[in-house]
């Protein structure tokens, strides 16, 4: 009878250790979950109709195209940011000397693929202890923590080599 206890306890604790070690896909370091339910972002509601001043102002109807009462994010943020909805986009000319800058020493056009696989894989190797997967321990703080930046320290860094901040409070009131 005991024996029979202890290997149910055994085959019990190898199926959760089993469990733990299954793979779910991608790591997620996180493990926020949101129960079944609508998208509220996924609905963007059409801008108002209006009625020309003019009917023949109106453009010929194209099947698929472009509709007035189309949301077009780009655009409305560069006019309410008081731009040009065309320049939404492109490089103006203002900050060609910066890009220009930026990309002295070439740019890699896959850098986002790049940076996703390697951060799968990261994520990949971090993903928590077998305890911590089984039971949702929230390991993303602990898998990033040699990545992070101490803000505090590099602000004191460029401190001491003179340089300024403007971001940054002065050190004490009515200083810098």
């Known amino acids: 009878m005991q024996a029979q206890k ?5 085959a019990i604790a190898t199926m959760v250790t089993l469990a733990a070690c299954g793979g779910r896909g991608d790591p997620q370091l996180m493990n926020l979950r949101s129960g079944p339910g609508p998208d509220e972002f996924a609905i963007v509601p059409p801008k108002s109709l209006e009625m020309p001043k003019d ?6 109807p194209s099947p698929g195209g472009f509709n007035r009462s189309d949301q077009n994010p780009e655009a409305d ?5 008081g731009g040009k909805p065309s320049a939404a986009g492109g490089i103006p000319s203002a900050d ?3 890009y220009a800058q930026a990309g002295r020493f070439g740019v890699d056009g896959g850098i986002r693929a790049t940076l996703a696989s390697e951060d799968l ?3 990949r190797d ?3 202890r077998v305890l911590e997967r089984l039971f949702n321990v929230n390991v993303y703080y602990k898998a990033y923590r040699k990545q992070r930046l101490d803000q505090q320290a590099e602000l004191a860094r460029w401190r001491a080599l003179g ?13 810098e």
């Not at 009917?55 to 010929?60: N, R, V």
């Not at 943020?77 to 940011?81: E, S, T």
């Not at 340089?163 to 200083?175: D, I, K, M, Q």
Request: aromatic letters at 2%; hydrophobic letters at 45%; charged letters at 20%.
């Open 55 to 60: 009917l023949a102002d109106l453009p010929e």
């Open 77 to 81: 943020a560069a006019i309410a940011l």
């Open 121 to 123: 894989q990261w994520r």
């Open 96 to 98: 060609a000397a910066l």
């Open 163 to 175: 340089l300024r901040n403007p971001s940054a409070p002065p050190r004490n009131p009515g200083e």
């Open 126 to 128: 971090n993903n928590g």
């Open 6 to 10: 202890g290997r149910a306890v055994i």
